[in-house]
């Protein structure tokens, strides 16, 4: 098994309910939305970046160290919420977008699952969830279940 395939399926086994899976496909998609529109606002020094293309660049590199086709996807999805967030403009609408993304994750994990989110075992989950997703809607590879 190669990492990818243990990081997903570690994910999967606490990710088995539809409910959680609805929830954090709503939770991961507004968390990320809201941490790229709020990093916005943070200028690096010297430079025309700002936080928000430090991110997405940190995770395009670490999902590029576990699979092109699914970093590619997340690269796409990071690219259209930076646009979205440079339309709106407004780091407020992100910094409400991310708290209620984490409210769904809690909603998922409390209520459908009945567990505690997988990052608390494992860092690396908070990078994995949306690869993960990405996975289950795509089918790019098969995640070994236990």
Known sequence: MNRLDGLLADYASSHRTRGNLVCHALGITLILYGAIAMLLELRLPVTPWTGAEVLIAAMVLFDLSLNVPLALTMFAEA???DLLARAVAEWRVGALAF???WAFQAIGHAGFE?????????LAHLLVGPL??????LRVR???RA
């Open 79 to 81: 690219l259209l919420f």
């Open 99 to 101: 708290v209620i993304g």
């Open 114 to 122: 009945k567990n505690r989110p997988a990052f608390f075992r494992n």
């Open 132 to 137: 993960f997703l990405w996975n289950e809607l």
């Open 142 to 144: 098969p995640i070994p």
